[in-house]
């Protein structure tokens, strides 16, 4: 079991879904770039060597049972990192997009700032990455809509570069948006009167493999996302009102 070294302990979670063409790069770009920091992959029921590759590379590896999708992997690796005492999780994804070198920028603002959560936001280096058509609108309409709730902007509502705090992860080891998990988690956070920032990161194409998300499933991530922040919004006013 990987267990933290110091009270500030940072642990990088990288889950993966038939990553085995990326993930050995992955992991070895974390360690290289931190090599004190312990590094678990969430193997998502992958049908290809993701395993294999990420203990190659000297990852900590959980190999779930069955596939639960990205959230309820993301919420597997927040319930044992919170178990096992870590005060900061940093998320990045098992495909290569997210650039390990930006990690210490996302914890720096995670220790140093009075904040729960830190995203690693692509918008905010004065350069816009190429996207497809889908994902641009996409991303155009959760700015309107978390400006509306959050009363805050969000550059990259979608992005998956992610850091939370011990408070944080307390909330999302107990409760976690299980399908593109991104915008609803903001919502719980703001729900809970915490607060979040946006660091400036560089996305890179994917190292191996072929995205999954089609034009189709855009639309479809568009209302799903809607669908569950109108249930989080519905929820808490409920108990508000009963409480």
Same mark, same amino acid.
């Given at each position: 079991?990987?267990?933290?070294?110091?009270?500030?302990?940072?642990?990088?979670?990288?889950?993966?879904?038939?990553?085995?063409?990326?993930?050995?790069?992955?992991?070895?770009?974390?360690?290289?770039?931190?090599?004190?920091?312990?590094? *678990?992959? $969430?193997?998502? #029921?992958?049908?290809?060597?993701? @395993?294999?590759?990420?203990? %190659?590379?000297?990852?900590? +590896? /959980?190999?779930?049972?069955?596939? *639960?999708? $990205?959230?309820? #992997?993301?919420?597997?690796?927040? @319930?044992?990192?919170?178990? %096992?005492?870590?005060?900061? +999780? /940093?998320?990045?994804?098992?495909?290569?997009?997210?650039?390990?070198?930006?990690?210490?920028?996302?914890?720096?603002?995670?220790?140093?700032?009075?904040?729960?959560?830190?995203?690693?936001?692509?918008?905010?280096?004065?350069?816009?990455?190429?996207?497809?058509?889908?994902?641009?609108?996409?991303?155009?309409?959760?700015?309107?809509?978390?400006?509306?709730?959050?009363?805050?902007?969000?550059?990259?509502?979608?992005?998956?570069?992610?850091?939370?705090?011990?408070?944080?992860?307390?909330?999302?080891?107990?409760?976690?948006?299980?399908?593109?998990?991104?915008?609803?988690?903001?919502?719980?956070?703001?729900?809970?009167?915490?607060?979040?920032?946006?660091?400036?990161?560089?996305?890179?194409?994917?190292?191996?493999?072929?995205?999954?998300?089609?034009?189709?499933?855009?639309?479809?991530?568009?209302?799903?996302?809607?669908?569950?922040?109108?249930?989080?919004?519905?929820?808490?006013?409920?108990?508000?009102?009963?409480?």
């Amino acid at each position: 079991m990987i267990r933290p070294q110091h009270p500030d302990s940072l642990m990088i979670l990288i889950p993966a879904y038939n990553e085995g063409g990326a993930i050995r790069r992955v992991v070895t770009e974390v360690r290289t770039q931190l090599p004190q920091i312990p590094v *678990l992959v $969430l193997d998502d #029921c992958s049908t290809d060597d993701t @395993r294999t590759e990420a203990l %190659a590379a000297g990852a900590g +590896v /959980i190999s779930v049972p069955y596939h *639960l999708g $990205l959230g309820g #992997c993301v919420q597997a690796g927040y @319930r044992y990192a919170y178990d %096992a005492g870590f005060s900061y +999780v /940093i998320r990045i994804d098992g495909d290569g997009q997210h650039d390990p070198r930006f990690i210490p920028d996302l914890f720096a603002a995670l220790r140093h700032s009075p904040i729960q959560m830190v995203i690693g936001s692509r918008y905010l280096n004065g350069k816009v990455p190429a996207t497809s058509f889908a994902r641009g609108i996409g991303i155009w309409f959760f700015r309107q809509i978390l400006r509306l709730i959050l009363e805050k902007e969000v550059h990259d509502p979608t992005s998956g570069f992610v850091g939370v705090n011990r408070q944080a992860l307390e909330v999302f080891a107990r409760s976690f948006p299980l399908e593109y998990p991104e915008i609803e988690a903001l919502v719980v956070l703001q729900r809970r009167q915490f607060r979040f920032a946006e660091v400036p990161v560089v996305m890179r194409p994917r190292m191996a493999g072929v995205s999954t998300i089609t034009a189709l499933k855009s639309f479809y991530y568009v209302l799903h996302v809607l669908l569950g922040v109108v249930v989080n919004i519905l929820k808490y006013e409920g108990k508000r009102r009963k409480g």
